[in-house]
């Protein structure tokens, strides 16, 4: 009977998708991936997270299941697992810093002696604002109580920050998960020189509300613009102590001076966040000063590297920008064609330099209903939009490339084209704006998920391709034969040595290329070394 399988299974051709290979693992959907290994499970809970749930996963299962790898990568070398998290967080290539804050609880918590020491001398690495603060303090308490090392490594924190620097998160970063500077002075006792008058003041202050003349003169330009008697004497103290957005009371955000000059010493961060109010309020139109201020700064790039934006957050202000209007609330306004297209090449800028390899590439997006489901690292883009976003960084800069989004094939003749062969090329070109490139996969039909198609279409066409870039979640389970042996039967039938990236848009843990394939790459979207990299695999 055994044989019998075995001559059956060869007769019927290559293993279809919802069977498996060797080395694979069932996913979500049912069908049958390559399980990627702790540490790659790592890399993606620290540049996608796991907040947002998928079509086939819940949030919580994915976070239930990132915790438990984190914490098997912190029992084998608890310290590589600390440096890849400072690694990350400290060179901004995630989209929000909170998984490394979870991640750096848990090697706190849960690490042995020489892990627990790495993660607390790493905490202003990865805790740089007060808010990231606020959030370690939060986590950590899920794993250990406040013992002497958690308490001198808060207390850290605040004495090693240069004064300006400390005096900054004091003010604007007043509480965050129910906790305050104060609590966590009180828990730490951070003791400062004798003759660092300025800093004892703030503590001070920041415990007891007490004013001293020591007191650096941002926070006596606080209290001042808490008092103030109208806009104008508003903007002249904001322009004078340059205060930011969070110390200004809440009445005086509606006026038009007070935005402006919140505007001439405002973070590149806060710039991008704040461009539909500051349209709102009337001072982004075509031709305003203010819109050359925001377009000056969004093309400065020595600026945007020394702010670190990570690029989904250009994207998602260009989204937001565009659309006139705020996601919540009654916000409206009338954007600027200027802005638009200093955030597109914001977005752009802030990855780095990408040098064209010259090779034939096929930029396979997967428009399949999982991934139109869920959110990229907690935002408002579906994983669908931002593989989109993400396969124009190669777009932009590859000569040879073609574009193509896919779903599965139907079953017979009489279906309409795309849905019977789950694949169509896509309209998008480089010189497009970002916007419109989300846009032209968003109005897509959905289906279910064939990563072999790519390949298989490429064989069928006749198509010479080098390296095939499939930006998916990697849940595919339709198709007739696996993605891996697709590309064997494409480099036997042509002669190329085809090589495949998959470009992982959720964080889960599955990949559809063989970990023993050295032609085969498994990276994580939206991280801005990757677009580099894989640069590098395609030229050899």
């Given at each position: 009977?055994v ?15 919802s ?25 993606r809970?620290?540049?996608l ?9 819940s ?79 939060e ?24 004064i ?20 966590l ?22 415990c ?7 007191l650096?003169?941002q ?36 006026s ?28 982004l ?17 020595e ?10 957050a ?17 916000l ?28 034939r ?25 931002a ?31 795309w ?71 494409y ?24 970990p ?20 590098d695999?395609?030229?050899?």
């Amino acid at each position: 009977m055994v044989y019998r399988r075995l001559i059956e299974a060869v007769r019927r051709g290559p293993a279809r998708q919802s069977e498996p290979l060797p080395g694979t693992v069932r996913n979500s959907a049912g069908g049958y991936a390559f399980p990627v290994d702790d540490w790659t499970r790592l890399d993606r809970f620290l540049l996608l997270g796991t907040e947002s749930a998928t079509y086939y996963a819940s949030a919580r299962a994915l976070t239930r299941e990132a915790a438990a790898s984190v914490e098997r990568c912190l029992a084998e070398d608890g310290r590589r697992a600390v440096r890849r998290i400072v690694e990350v967080s400290a060179a901004g290539r995630a989209p929000k810093n909170e998984p490394a804050l979870f991640a750096l609880a848990m090697a706190v918590g849960l690490g042995d002696d020489a892990t627990r020491a790495a993660g607390l001398a790493a905490l202003s690495r990865v805790a740089r604002t007060g808010t990231h603060l606020f959030h370690f303090a939060e986590y950590v308490e899920a794993f250990r109580g406040w013992g002497r090392g958690l308490r001198r490594a808060v207390a850290r924190w605040y004495t090693e920050a240069d004064i300006e620097r400390l005096t900054l998160q004091v003010i604007k970063y007043r509480q965050r998960d129910g906790w305050s500077h104060r609590d966590l002075l009180r828990l730490a006792h951070p003791v400062a020189d004798v003759d660092d008058t300025a800093r004892r003041a703030v503590f001070d202050w920041a415990c007891r509300g007490r004013l001293h003349n020591a007191l650096p003169e941002q926070i006596h330009g606080v209290m001042a613009l808490a008092q103030a008697d109208g806009p104008e004497t508003a903007a002249r103290l904001i322009r004078e102590h340059r205060l930011p957005r969070e110390t200004v009371p809440t009445e005086l955000l509606i006026s038009r001076e007070v935005w402006q000059a919140l505007l001439e010493d405002m973070p590149m961060t806060a710039t991008i966040r704040n461009l539909g109010k500051l349209g709102s309020v009337g001072l982004l139109h075509a031709g305003s000063e203010a819109s050359r201020q925001v377009v000056h700064r969004l093309s400065d790039a020595e600026a945007l590297r020394r702010a670190r934006v990570h690029p989904l957050a250009f994207l998602l202000a260009l989204r937001t920008y565009q659309q006139g209007r705020g996601d919540r609330g009654k916000l409206t306004w009338t954007p600027d064609p200027a802005v638009l297209h200093a955030l597109d090449g914001a977005f752009y800028a802030s990855f780095a330099n990408v040098a064209p390899t010259g090779r034939r590439l096929m930029l396979a997006l997967d428009v399949s209903g999982s991934m139109g489901m869920g959110r990229v690292a907690g935002t408002a883009l579906t994983p669908r939009e931002a593989a989109a976003a993400m396969a124009m960084i190669t777009a932009a800069v590859e000569p040879q490339h073609s574009i193509i989004g896919f779903t599965c094939a139907g079953a017979d003749r009489w279906t309409p084209y795309w849905a019977r062969t789950g694949l169509s090329p896509l309209p998008i070109t480089p010189r497009m704006r970002l916007d419109e490139v989300v846009g032209a996969t968003a109005g897509l039909p959905f289906g279910g998920t064939d990563c072999a198609l790519p390949m298989l279409y490429a064989l069928e066409q006749g198509l010479e391709v080098d390296a095939f870039v499939i930006y998916t979640d990697s849940e595919t389970w339709a198709g007739k034969v696996h993605p891996v042996e697709a590309l064997r039967q494409y480099r036997q039938r042509t002669g190329i040595a085809a090589k495949l990236i998959v470009v992982a848009m959720v964080s889960n843990g599955f990949s559809i290329a063989d970990p023993q394939d050295g032609g085969m790459l498994d990276v994580v979207g939206f991280d801005t070394a990757v677009p580099s990299l894989m640069a590098d695999f395609i030229a050899g």
